[in-house]
């Protein structure tokens, strides 16, 4: 019980740092634009190899050269030493090297105290590395999204009495509103957020995997629902896969799309039986 609380502080302490990385990252660019630097019209990342080294040679206030600049960037960036020169000749002060160093120091502590915690992370996981091993092989989940689902709900599923209780509990389940045999529009209600969160981004990499049941169920739902509540749908059922392969210590065993259309053949017999049997005669359309 202990280690997955501590593995829990471990990786919720994790998200709020890379939180901040992300914070730290967007002033530098808003300082950048703030002194005219237009950098990341050639550098996609600027906080890659290449970038870093521009920006620790601008915090210095080194004068950058054509020569020193090619020697700083790395790959097709080289090609582009030109262009890269007239967007670093910017009016950048003194101001303007205090405030990016100051975000530049604490991003690289940030960044440090991430791998720090990871390392940890690892260390608690040692005791649930097969149920990690077992979770990755759900398509869309990580071994770092295994390790946050095993943080929040544990490893034991005997505390919940079937996987509805477990996605009640999460408030992943789906919404019940009817009223006089109609069903309206609902949302799902408050729970976990940080167990929320990571089912969803497990779900959008999930809906882009070829040959998958999860992807299926996506594009089967996306058109009549929009994407966020087919998301949500979906986090809803990799969470209940979840849940039975922690029960049964079982790895994830793919259907493909073969099983939602499997699935939309019983449903459409089942009201075509339900049909006939109140006397009704189904004619297929040619």
């Known amino acids: 019980l202990h280690d997955i609380r501590d ?12 939180q901040e990385v992300t ?15 237009k950098i990341t019209t050639y550098v996609s990342d600027i906080f ?46 003194p101001h303007h090297r205090d405030m990016i160093r100051y975000s530049w120091n604490h991003l ?21 590395r097969n149920e990690v091993e077992l979770l990755d092989t759900i398509p869309g989940v990580n071994q770092r999204a295994a390790s946050i689902m095993i943080a929040e709900f544990g490893t034991d599923m005997s505390v919940f009495p079937n996987d ?30 940080a167990l929320k969160g990571v089912l969803c981004e497990c779900a959008w990499a999930a809906s882009v995997t070829r040959n998958t049941r999860l992807s299926a169920t996506y594009w ?21 896969i979840a849940y039975q392969i922690l029960q049964t210590k079982t790895p994830y065993q793919e259907l493909g799309t073969q099983f939602i259309e499997n ?16 006397g009704y005669q189904i004619v297929k359309a040619s």
């Not at 992370?121 to 649930?128: A, T």
């Not at 739902?221 to 986090?235: E, F, P, Q, S």
Request: glycine share 6%; aromatic share 4%.
């Open 220 to 240: 089967r739902l996306v058109k009549r629902l929009g994407k966020n509540k087919a998301i949500v749908a979906v986090a809803h059922l990799i969470l209940r």
């Open 7 to 18: 593995l829990r502080d471990l990786t919720r302490y994790r998200k709020k740092l890379v």
């Open 23 to 37: 914070q730290e990252k967007n002033r530098i660019h808003k300082i950048l634009q703030d002194a005219n630097i």
């Open 164 to 193: 509805s209780h477990l996605s009640s509990w999460s408030g992943i389940s789906p919404g019940n509103n009817e009223s006089a045999g109609k069903k309206k529009g609902s949302k799902t209600k408050r729970g976990n957020k």
């Open 48 to 93: 890659g190899v290449s970038g870093r080294c521009i920006l620790e040679t601008l915090i210095q206030g080194e004068t950058l050269t054509a020569s020193k600049l090619r020697n700083m960037v790395f790959g097709p960036i080289k090609s582009k030493i030109s262009d890269l020169m007239e967007a670093l000749n910017g009016n950048v002060r």
């Open 263 to 278: 699935q939309e053949k019983k449903k459409e017999q089942r009201l075509i039986k339900a049909l006939e049997s109140k």
């Open 108 to 128: 690289l502590y940030l960044e440090e105290t991430i791998e720090r915690v990871e390392r940890q992370i690892d260390e608690c996981l040692k005791p649930f």
